[in-house]
T-cell receptor
Framework: DSGVTQTPKHLITATGQRVTLRCSPR?????VYWYQQSLDQGLQFLIQ???????AKGNILERFSAQQFPDLHSELNLSSLELGDSALYFC?????????????FGAGTRLSVL | AQSVTQPDIHITVSEGASLELRCNYS??????LFWYVQSPGQGLQLLLK??????LVQGIKGFEAEFKRSQSSFNLRKPSVHWSDAAEYFC??????????????FGTGTRLTIIP
């Protein structure tokens, strides 16, 4: 168990809908990252938050947004969903200092857009 | 731009045999290198990481990896594989800032199959 919790485990929805994915980082971790894993694109970085503030952005679509709350949990919002958004979405967390330590991943949320 | 190449898409190894999974990276500064393992339907588990110091790093489950700067490689090894090692293995590279780990760039993964 990595200590990173993601809910829900599975989401099935229709095109055009909006969903919210939730992530609770490991205790004490300040940084949260979101990644998307799909068959055609592989594992891709979406966005990073550090202590409530956005720190880095990857190939995140404008239809997608995220935030990190004061209790450090994070949510990834996906709107106007398309079939191509079907993927596994991972959240990861790390300590958030310059000593490194690696990123620890949650079990992921599998999103199916029908 | 940073990148990771895992040249082997699929590797089949007999149980008890040795294993080496290849990883080459491109990174403009001092790289922080990682190996993750993903079992079917599961998340990514950190096997080991290299930040600095000894270029041979030990990880969990009996895995080790060697950082070779001259070859831009970080190959993963295990002397004797077990059937439970069957999974997808990902190499990743990233950096460090004052806010901790930066984004990870992953390779495309190597699927490991173990035969009796």
């Amino acid at each position: 168990d990595s200590g990173v919790t993601q809910t829900p485990k599975h989401l099935i929805t229709a095109t055009g809908q909006r969903v919210t994915l939730r992530c609770s980082p490991r205790s004490g971790d300040l940084s949260v990252y979101w990644y998307q894993q799909s068959l055609d694109q592989g594992l891709q970085f979406l966005i990073q938050y550090y202590n409530g503030e956005e720190r880095a952005k990857g190939n995140i679509l404008e239809r997608f947004s995220a935030q990190q709350f004061p209790d450090l949990h994070s949510e990834l919002n996906l709107s106007s969903l398309e079939l191509g958004d079907s993927a596994l979405y991972f959240c990861a967390s790390s300590h958030g200092d310059s000593t490194g330590g690696g990123q620890y991943f949650g079990a992921g949320t599998r999103l199916s857009v029908l | 731009a940073q990148s990771v190449t895992q040249p082997d898409i699929h590797i089949t190894v007999s149980e008890g045999a040795s294993l080496e999974l290849r990883c080459n990276y491109s990174y403009g500064a001092t790289p922080y290198l990682f190996w993750y393992v993903q079992s079917p339907g599961q998340g990514l588990q950190l096997l080991l990481k290299y930040f600095s110091g000894d270029t041979l790093v030990q990880g969990i489950k009996g895995f080790e990896a060697e950082f070779k700067r001259s070859q831009s490689s970080f190959n993963l090894r295990k002397p004797s594989v077990h059937w439970s090692d069957a999974a997808e293995y990902f190499c990743a590279v990233g950096g460090i800032s004052n806010f901790g780990n930066e984004k990870l760039t992953f390779g495309t993964g190597t699927r490991l199959t173990i035969i009796p």
